[in-house]
């Protein structure tokens, strides 16, 4: 909290100074500039400057209209803010680029309060939504609103196609998997900045029907921020998935998409812990609130009939994980590791590993999870505190997009009748762990393999199969899970 008070005091004010638009036959190339104000009566501090990059492929040779893309580039600008802002958590937001009305500002405050929750927890900063910054708009802020810098609706007639964001997990790969049977004329798949397991999906579609096509998109950080770092400025946490909301409403624009489904499912709704009365969520820009708040923004302030959500929203993620199952050839292509993801590896020592370990293993099976990961992470006792981290309420679950308390446990219980054994001693470490700790009459048999009470309670306390009414849903439900 101290660092959070000195540096606003060192810093006193952030400004978005500039879009630039670099347009090729090929390539939409966008930078946006930010400025970190220092406090002129500080004569040991120095404004800090940054420039933020995003290029996409292009679909045509044309120039672009200004009027149907400014909108979009411009909001993305405010939303990209957030990586450089929070350096110093300066009290003045400045924007030299263009307005926002006070739905706007409201709108990009929840944003940056809810979504900096994490960031916020980390570094011990106890701020209210109100005091934790105000906009302001510099020497234009008493123009006219006729003849300010409000950025227009597109009018871009969107097509009847997909826009289907792919990460490396198995989330993303079971909404492929199911979307391509009966619509693989009208899927593109999209990623920014692809790992590794993302192309490997991509070869997979384009070599199993060419008709699903792929873009990739490139957002480049400026690299001051790792100087930053070093140099004791606040670092953490930030709602990536809202920026690549963003981008894929951009990418959505440039080709002419009227759809984007996402992958998130009911389990991103759960918080990590409650801080100082803010509900924590690693997830919230994944989260159902966050979904119904972002599809409002971009059809009032981007494009009116364009539609943004989870696909996967309805399923929790021990549902996801059985119907990752049924498609075992993608068992070597899938990785869900973030701290191994530029190795291309399952590090084996994070939360992220061990809960994705936890959640398929029910149903992917003891000899396949030894092949995916390379050992039995049940037998990893380095793993002892993270995993009580993911099983126990009482303590603060990993930030990491993992599961609820109520899958996790669901899905250790199943776990347990994979292995034969006659006493607890036999079991691996972590479920000896899991049974000495967390039942008291010990190894006790449920019948959790067709357990409807515990999947009626996890999908209950997510309120996930009331949000999308859709007949598409049920047979996925009825047929997978």
């Given at each position: ?23 090729s ?15 002129t009566?500080?004569e040991d501090?120095?404004?800090l ?13 044309e ?15 405010v ?8 350096i ?7 924007i ?32 209210s ?35 289907l ?13 199911l ?10 798949l999209?990623?920014v ?16 029907d060419e ?10 950080l400026d ?12 670092n ?6 809202a920026l690549?909301?963003f981008?894929t409403?951009l990418t959505?624009l440039l ?12 389990s ?15 997830q919230?820009?994944?989260s ?5 708040d ?5 059809n009032?302030?981007?494009h ?31 990785k869900s590791c ?5 190795k ?5 020592a ?11 293993f ?7 999870m030894?092949?995916?990961f390379?050992?039995d992470?049940?037998?990893?006792t ?19 997009c ?6 996790i446990n ?14 607890i ?6 479920l000896?762990?899991y ?6 009459d010990?190894?006790?048999e ?14 209950t ?5 009331d ?10 439900q009825?047929?997978?899970?």
């Open positions: 909290m101290e660092k959070f008070k000195d540096l606003r005091k060192k810093y006193t004010k952030f400004s978005f100074d500039e879009i630039k638009v670099i347009e036959d090929t390539l939409l190339c966008i930078s946006y500039c930010y400025t970190i104000h220092a406090d009566s500080n501090c120095e404004n400057e940054f420039t933020h990059t995003i290029s996409l492929p292009k679909i045509t040779t120039t672009l209209p200004a009027e149907d893309f400014s909108a979009a580039i411009f909001y993305l600008g939303a990209e803010m957030v990586n450089y802002w929070k110093s958590c300066a009290k003045i937001i400045e030299h680029t263009g307005f926002l009305d006070k739905y706007q500002e409201n709108w990009f405050k929840n944003l940056f309060y809810n979504g900096l929750g994490e960031f916020m927890y980390v570094n011990k900063i106890a701020v939504q109100d005091d934790f910054f105000q906009f302001s708009y510099g020497k234009d802020e008493k123009l006219e609103k006729k003849e300010s810098k409000f950025a227009p609706l597109s009018n871009i007639l969107l097509s009847e196609e997909i826009l964001p792919i990460g490396g997990g198995k989330d993303s790969i079971v909404s492929y998997e979307l391509k049977k009966d619509f693989s004329e009208n899927i593109t999209f990623a900045n692809p790992i590794e397991a993302t192309k490997r999906l991509f070869v997979k579609a384009e070599e199993s008709k699903i096509g792929n873009i990739a998109v490139q957002r480049i690299k001051k921020i790792i100087e930053c770092n070093a140099n004791g400025f606040l953490g946490h930030v709602p990536f998935s690549l909301g981008i409403v959505s080709y002419k998409k009227k759809y984007i489904f996402l992958s998130n499912e009911s991103a709704n759960e918080e990590n812990v409650v801080f100082e009365g803010l509900k924590v969520n690693h919230f820009s994944k159902l609130q966050f979904e119904d972002f599809r409002t923004f971009i009032k302030y981007i009116p009939y364009m539609e943004y959500m989870s696909f996967l929203r309805p399923l929790s993620e021990i549902q996801i994980a059985k119907i990752f199952a049924e498609f075992p050839e993608n068992y070597p292509i899938f973030n701290a191994g993801s530029k291309d590896i399952w590090c084996n994070c939360p992220k590993c061990l809960f994705a370990y936890i959640i398929l029910p149903f992917v099976g003891k000899e396949n030894k092949k995916i390379g050992q992470l049940f037998e990893n380095e793993m002892k505190e993270m995993f009580h981290d993911l099983v126990d309420e009482s303590r603060v679950k990993p930030f990491e993992v599961g609820t308390y109520s899958e669901l899905a250790l219980r199943m776990s347990l009748y994979e292995y034969e054994v006659d006493s001693e036999d079991f691996p470490f972590l000896q762990e049974i000495t700790t967390y039942s008291s010990g190894f006790e449920y019948e959790v393999l067709c357990n409807a009470q515990e999947l009626t309670k996890i999908d306390e997510n309120n996930n199969f949000k999308i009414p859709s007949e598409f849903f049920d047979v996925i009825r047929e997978f899970v």
